[in-house]
């Protein structure tokens, strides 16, 4: 199974990108809201995307996602019976993780229900499903992760560190940590010790 991918953009259309790792292009269905920089396709940047491998009879799809705690809720989506990718995707492209969780925390069905290809009866089964799942999941602070961890990340990543390891220890920050900055010098301590 395909879990991530570090490659050059070829081709960037709404939705889907084309990754090339070494010659050989990926198809990756991404979230439409995530902002893929223009100057990034055919440029030698890489870009670095957490994978899900959805095997079907007929296909073998590859959806990717910048941050680790995305694809984590992705899935955790796709987990519920009769919620597909694509469906997974309408929701994540409907609002950020933060909102999404607390949706299902709060019990509301008139935030699924609005959304394309979401019914009443989807809209409580992953209600129903999801939420003793991600009962430990603190709504604020990813809410609060992805207004600034973009920030925080490109910080590290322009002082050398790999955004796959940034993505990993930004779910560990403690929430005293309210600042862009002192988030930087948290992730500065603890990832020399990795």
Known sequence: MISYLKGKVKLARFG???????GVGYKVV???QIAIPENIVDSQDDIELFIHEHLREDADDLYGFLEYQELELFQRLISVNGVGPKAALNIMSAADSGKIITAIQNEDMTF????SGIGKKAAAKIILDLKTKISGINASNII?????SDDVSDALVSLGYKRADISQMILQIPES???????????LKHMGKK
């Not at 889907?16 to 070494?22: Q, W």
Request: hydrophobic content about 45%.
């Open 16 to 22: 889907l990108i084309i990754l090339d790792i070494n």
């Open 30 to 32: 991404v979230n439409p």
């Open 112 to 115: 699924f229900v609005s959304i």
């Open 144 to 148: 609060t992760l992805s207004n600034n």
């Open 177 to 187: 940590e309210k600042t862009s900055e002192n988030k930087i010098k948290w992730l």
